[in-house]
């Protein structure tokens, strides 16, 4: 049938769309349902291209449509899009009245995934059977179109809704997980993917299920290698006849959402694009965001769930009983892992790996890897009544490790390359490492992922060899164990097939339990107990800070910084928290020691030798250096011990003290007029200073006290960068700088109060004032003295 923009006006369509402008959207789905139920298809035809593109927006983000995405459940139009856009609800109606006869629309070729547009545009048949045999070429037009039937171009609009760009509106926003969208995914996931009985029929089939698309020749050839439809590989499942078994008839639903969702939202590589993608050259073509990854996790979960809910009569079967006596729906619980979404999802997560900012916002990526490698959290089973350090690996699941070997063993290891450059002080990311020692210290967990690398490393020709004996009787010099080798030699082959299927046949497998990767781990192990003692050493700091900061430092009781130099803590790296992370740190080391079987003793011995428990002397030391044209260059080490707050460059300002910015604890105008006021003074009385400061008696040293900073030049702790000037010494000046100070100004007031209480005169209470403060500087000179004697 003709494309929808080849059909004369509808007055309906042109009806709907004047009324998206004035109508609220509440109006505009009551007159949407009214008109999907009284009109026929033949008008209902026009409005769906308008309608689905309204709904969901623009495939180049130009237009937002209903901001699915942002629609929260505070919001007044959420239940309402909820309930328009159920599996049972308005638009599915009009979908299916619409696919029964089998209309067809158009999406223009470049908006499909990049490896797909890649493949089509080389003429190369695309893997996913979804786009075969689609590909249309309208006449005196220049641009591939691809075809898809009215549940397919619903479904494929619902998916690139995540992944376009938005412009979103001003205001607040709420949480990704709580949104229309996120809401609608779970729900059609639960709906066409069902964990309990089958995927529900559609109510306009005469015969209880919709119609499933016919194959239909394309018009256009795809270039060398394809001759025809006849020599296409389709699915098991893919575009079955009308004559199908009506369970087989409604598996084509469940299988066409599941490859739109995956090839929408994971595949954006190939593996000889993410090849490209690893020199710094290429520029990134996708770039996933916070959300989408979660989305992913949403649907990682799911199908776990989802294969996971076959009979238990299915689960012990062998595959030929599988292919033999399983329905439709149970034979694709059984494939619908490995082959839709394993090698899409490792690419997409590799590429997060990689690529993701180093901050707390991997969180979502990591929990997606983590959902992946343990699907026996999402068997149904009450497995969170043991108690957490007793949950084993049953053995039921070693297959699934075995043929998903690189999820576990490359995914850690780049997890690892991350960590050590990862602020491990900050809990958030110290939590990240726990959670993943965690998951692989579960017993059992590390030994099935050992043994997947020694079937990988199984030599070939001890492989042939097995095989030739395994085909042999105990009669004609076989072994009754042949049948065992057999399974063992279909077990490594299983293995280098996913390896290879998923790195390419020259790949070069580094092991997780090789000596490289434990010298990484041991390197991560240093760089966990360095941060483990800054934690400690910040949260003492902020423990005596805290304590000093009390009522009576308004009084100048309390410590005073007046450079308020930074002390290396965020505010999330303070207090419970920095406790929070010395816990997570110490359960990943002992995770850690569990995993790789190192001995807690050399451990031990390990972190002494680092001079982990050195105390302050070690904070004092400077970032690591080496020498450049320009000046000292920070090394690799000295990032990372910046980055975990291991050594730091002791800022301060060096300046003129009195031209110091303003502090939020200073009164700005007092400030610039006592500066006024001590410069004129300096400026007439200055010789007299210089002449007071420099007498060697008594009177010397109370002008010094008053007139001079001496700790200002004791106190810096220097730059390995040479200043440009050598530093002078300060001329003796009057500061009145500390007069424009609130907690000073305060303690005046209090002290004027004082005074009127007991009856006392503005000037007397100045004078007694003037006269405490002379006692006091003639009191610490009198001590000063007697320490430098003693």
């Known amino acids: 049938m003709a494309a929808p923009?080849?059909?004369?006006?509808?007055?309906?369509?042109?009806?709907?769309?004047?009324?998206?402008s004035t109508k609220t959207l509440l109006q505009r789905c009551q007159d949407l349902v009214k008109v999907i139920d009284e009109y026929p298809a033949k008008e209902l035809h026009l409005v769906f291209p308008w309608?689905?593109?309204?709904?969901?927006?623009?495939?180049?983000?130009?237009?937002?449509?209903?901001?699915?995405?942002?629609?929260?459940?505070?919001?007044?139009?959420?239940?309402?899009?909820?309930?328009?856009?159920?599996?049972?609800?308005?638009?599915?109606?009009?979908?299916?009245?619409?696919?029964?006869?089998?209309?067809?629309y158009e999406v223009p070729v470049h908006h499909l995934p990049g490896p797909v547009k890649a493949s089509i545009q080389e003429g190369v048949l695309p893997e996913c059977p979804l786009f075969h045999n689609k590909l249309q070429l309208p006449p005196g037009h220049m641009t591939l179109n691809i075809a898809f039937n009215p549940f397919e171009y619903f479904l494929f609009y619902f998916a690139v809704c995540l992944v376009t760009p938005k412009v979103c509106p001003p205001g607040p926003q709420g949480g990704s997980t709580d949104s229309a969208y996120f809401v609608l995914v779970d729900t059609y996931l639960k709906y066409f993917l069902p964990v309990e009985g089958s995927v529900p029929p559609s109510p306009l089939d005469p015969r209880g299920s919709v119609s499933a698309p016919s194959p239909r020749s394309s018009g256009v050839s795809l270039g060398h290698g394809v001759h025809g439809p006849s020599l296409l590989k389709h699915h098991i499942f893919h575009q079955p006849s009308v004559n199908a078994d009506p369970a087989a008839q409604e598996i084509w639903r469940t299988e066409a959402l599941l490859q739109m969702f995956v090839e929408v939202w994971l595949h954006h590589y190939s593996l000889e694009m993410y090849q490209k993608l690893q020199s710094p050259q290429v520029k990134e073509p996708f770039q996933p965001t916070e959300e989408h990854v979660l989305v992913v996790r949403l649907l990682v979960k799911h199908l776990h769930a989802f294969s996971n809910s076959q009979t238990p009569e299915q689960l012990t079967a062998s595959p030929s009983a599988h292919?033999?006596?399983?329905?439709?729906?149970?034979?694709?619980?059984?494939?619908?892992?490995?082959?839709?979404?394993?090698?899409?999802?490792?690419?997409?997560?590799?590429?997060?790996?990689?690529?993701?900012?180093?901050?707390?916002?991997?969180?979502?990526v990591l929990e997606t890897w983590l959902s992946y490698i343990q699907p026996w959290r999402y068997t149904g089973e009450k497995i969170h009544l043991q108690p957490e350090q007793n949950r084993t690996v049953p053995d039921t699941w070693e297959a699934f490790v075995q043929e998903n070997l690189l999820m576990y063993t490359k995914l850690f290891q780049m997890f690892l390359n991350r960590s050590v450059r990862t602020d491990l002080v900050n809990v958030?990311?110290?939590?990240?490492?726990?959670?993943?020692?965690?998951?692989?210290?579960?017993?059992?967990?590390?030994?099935?992922?050992?043994?997947?690398?020694?079937?990988?490393?199984?030599?070939?020709?001890?492989?042939?060899?097995?095989?030739?004996?395994?085909?042999?009787?105990?009669?004609?010099?076989?072994?009754y164990l042949s049948s065992r080798q057999r399974v063992m030699t279909d077990t490594v082959f299983r293995v280098k097939s996913h390896v290879y299927a998923l790195e390419g046949q020259d790949c070069q497998y580094k092991q997780m339990f090789g000596a490289e990767l434990k010298g990484a781990v041991m390197k991560l192990i240093q760089i966990i107990a360095q941060a483990r003692h800054t934690a400690k050493k910040i949260s003492d700091h902020s423990s005596e800070a805290a304590a000093g900061r009390s009522f009576l430092s308004w009084f100048g009781v309390g410590s005073h910084d007046p450079n308020h130099t930074f002390t290396g803590a965020e505010p999330e790296d303070s207090g419970e928290c920095l406790k929070k992370t010395h816990e997570f740190l110490d359960r990943a080391l002992e995770n850690l020691c569990l995993i790789f079987k190192l001995n807690q003793g050399q451990l031990t011995q390990f972190m002494s030798n680092l001079g982990v428990s050195q105390e302050d002397g070690d904070r004092k030391l400077l970032p690591d250096c080496m020498q450049g044209e320009d000046g000292p260059v920070l090394t690799e080490l000295g990032r990372r011990q910046i980055i975990s707050g291991l050594r730091r460059f002791d800022i301060q300002y060096q300046g003129d003290p009195e031209l110091q910015p303003i502090r939020s604890y200073e009164n700005a105008a007092l400030v610039r007029l006592l500066y006024r006021v001590s410069a004129l003074l300096n400026q007439r009385l200055g010789g007299h200073m210089s002449a007071l400061c420099s007498r060697p008696d008594f009177l010397g040293r109370l002008g010094r006290h008053y007139l001079t900073n001496p700790e200002s030049s004791l106190k810096l702790r220097r730059s390995p960068v040479p200043r440009r000037a050598p530093d002078q010494s300060r001329e003796p000046r009057l500061s009145l700088r500390p007069l424009a100070s609130y907690r000073t100004l305060l303690l005046l007031l209090l002290l004027y109060a004082l005074g009127a209480l007991l009856s006392l005169s503005p000037l007397s209470s100045t004078l007694l004032i003037l006269t405490g403060g002379l006692l006091h500087g003639l009191l610490v000179t009198l001590l000063g003295d007697k320490m430098k004697t003693q």
Not at 6 to 17: D, W
Not at 51 to 77: C, I, Q, Y
Not at 444 to 473: C, D, N, Y
């Open 51 to 104: 309608l689905v593109e309204s709904m969901f927006g623009s495939l180049d983000g130009v237009l937002a449509g209903w901001n699915l995405r942002l629609l929260h459940p505070r919001t007044a139009d959420f239940h309402i899009v909820l309930e328009f856009l159920h599996p049972n609800g308005p638009l599915m109606k009009l979908v299916y009245k619409l696919q029964a006869e089998d209309y067809k």
């Open 323 to 364: 292919h033999a006596h399983a329905s439709p729906l149970e034979e694709f619980k059984r494939v619908v892992v490995q082959r839709f979404v394993q090698q899409k999802l490792f690419l997409f997560l590799q590429h997060c790996f990689g690529h993701w900012p180093l901050d707390a916002s991997f969180r979502a």
């Open 5 to 20: 923009t080849l059909q004369q006006p509808s007055f309906l369509l042109v009806n709907l769309k004047a009324d998206s």
């Open 428 to 479: 958030k990311n110290a939590l990240m490492v726990f959670r993943v020692s965690k998951v692989f210290a579960q017993p059992s967990l590390a030994e099935m992922v050992q043994k997947g690398e020694q079937l990988f490393l199984e030599p070939e020709h001890v492989l042939h060899h097995r095989q030739h004996r395994g085909h042999l009787t105990p009669s004609h010099g076989g072994s």
